[in-house]
């Protein structure tokens, strides 16, 4: 790992980071903390400098999802520019390394259809580059065993066994995915086992990786379950060298991968991607360590992020980078339903607002009727222009109708019974007149998502760093971002 582009921060460089962070991010809390589902009944617009909002509010749509990205136009207001761009650069680069460059005795195996059967173009493509992230890591570190944590389906342990030769131990706390995982590895081992019969090596040493159907809740966890399946010792005082890794472990499990790795005399060595950040831990429960921060100088700051910041983190601005704008105006219309909903909700079920209550991703169902309108010659939704007034009409009933029915499944998804007396209309029309700066708002907000993940990925960089010399680490993003926005892998390695 020799490009200085992902090795030659130290400790100190890696805080002076976060610090930057911190103190940038902290007087715009008000985007960070608050939820846009609360956007109508806070009225958190108020909240935002007027002069961006009334510069934003007629901005093309294109514009506005670009924001997350870094892009300003020339005639926005300095102080917003100066924001953007300043989010923008204290972001970790997202562009995918150049893997042979930067792992020199990295070598890709080219997977056949037998293989990569099941998987879709975007897990193809992360278990392509993970595979062989991993084949290089544990070369460097002399192992031929890995553990892969939260494993799925199986579709990493299976290439990593069948294409790199590895032994590998798939973990997972389905049973469900550990049976998927055994049949599908049975099912692939006769087709190796028949293609190294045709050629020179005959038909050994073809294994399928040990599943084992576990919830992971600690490093003391993981490192019985390390000892328990080291098939390799010959005696208490033997260890055999591991490498850890977990594609997109949830919440804590990343975590507690990085707790094992530093725990554990067995592992050698840690390639990590997280995900859901929304299900990270902040506050210590029954003595458990918390997932973030977990760095000493993360917690020195006293930074506290909360759910809904966590779940911002997710966000990603290359994905919005891509968008259409079709796509763009479709997600603002359906943060502006979600908003309004909560004004029905804090004024026919005020009850319900304590519990957040969430209704889950309506999308979908929404756009096909959308799609369907513009088709019969309606016009898009409520964001958009309106040529004239029997238009404008129209759009106002289509898009009446299409929040009315939002509703309606929302309130059947929260269990409520509809009483006969919501107006729905009436909601609408009372937030309608602000729903048209939701895009600004959320665009904006949307640009923190990739800082807030910057912030939580270098705290985990720091807690190794903050071992000493004796560990190598480095954050490195292994995928295309437009494919797999969580595309930073933490590889560390014990030297």
Request: net charge neutral.
């Amino acid at each position: 790992m020799a490009d200085c582009k992902y090795s030659c921060a130290t400790a100190t460089e890696t805080l002076e980071w976060i610090r930057a962070i911190i103190h940038f991010i902290k007087p715009s809390s008000f985007f960070w903390q608050s939820h846009v589902v609360n956007f109508l009944t806070h009225r958190l617009w108020e909240a935002v400098d007027r002069e961006w909002i009334d510069c934003l509010r007629d901005e093309p749509i294109e514009n506005l999802i670009q924001i997350p990205s870094g892009f300003v136009q020339e005639h926005w207001p300095c102080s917003l520019k100066q924001f953007i761009t300043t989010l923008s650069s204290l972001a970790f680069p997202r562009e995918q390394a150049d893997l042979k460059k930067v792992l020199p005795n990295m070598q890709v195996a080219l997977l056949n259809s037998v293989i990569t059967q099941g998987m879709n173009q975007k897990k193809r493509h992360e278990i392509e580059a993970l595979a062989a992230v991993v084949s290089s890591v544990a070369r460097d570190v002399e192992t031929n065993t890995v553990i892969d944590l939260g494993a799925g389906q199986g579709y990493l342990s299976q290439v990593l066994s069948f294409e790199y030769q590895l032994s590998v131990i798939a973990i997972d706390a389905s049973s469900h995915h550990g049976r998927v995982t055994h049949e599908r590895a049975e099912r692939i081992k006769k087709h190796y086992e028949a293609k190294m019969r045709k050629s020179s090596l005959g038909g050994k040493g073809v294994t399928i990786p040990k599943t084992v159907t576990c919830r992971v809740l600690s490093s003391d966890m993981l490192k019985t379950l390390i000892n328990s399946n080291d098939e390799h010792k010959q005696s208490t005082a033997d260890t055999c060298p591991m490498l850890l890794t977990g594609l997109h472990a949830c919440g804590d499990l990343s975590v507690t991968m990085l707790r094992a790795f530093l725990e554990s005399q067995e592992v050698k060595a840690v390639v990590s991607i997280g995900c859901c950040y929304n299900l990270l831990s902040e506050e210590e429960d029954n003595n458990a360590l918390c997932g973030f921060p977990i760095s000493k100088g993360v917690k020195s700051t006293g930074l506290y992020l909360g759910r809904t910041s966590r779940d911002l983190a997710c966000q990603s601005a290359d994905r919005w980078k891509v968008m259409e704008k079709d796509a763009g105006l479709h997600n603002f219309e359906l943060h502006g339903f979600r908003a309004a909903f909560q004004m029905l909700l804090s004024r026919y079920f005020p009850e319900t607002l304590t519990g957040s209550p969430t209704i889950g991703r309506q999308g979908k169902a929404l756009r096909r009727q959308q799609q369907s309108s513009r088709i019969n010659g309606l016009a898009t939704n409520g964001f958009s222009c309106k040529p004239d007034s029997t238009s404008e009409n129209k759009e106002d009933a289509d898009t009446c109708t299409l929040f009315e029915k939002f509703c309606q499944s929302g309130l059947h998804r929260l269990n409520l019974n509809q009483p006969h007396n919501i107006d729905f209309a009436s909601i609408w029309k009372e937030a309608e007149p602000f729903v048209g700066v939701i895009g600004p708002y959320w665009s904006l907000r949307a640009a923190l998502g990739p800082v807030l993940e910057t912030l939580i990925l270098l705290d985990r960089l720091l807690f190794l760093q903050e071992q000493g010399d004796s560990i190598e680490a480095v954050m490195l993003p292994i995928f295309n971002p437009n494919i797999s926005p969580r595309n930073v892998a933490l590889i560390a390695k014990k030297i």
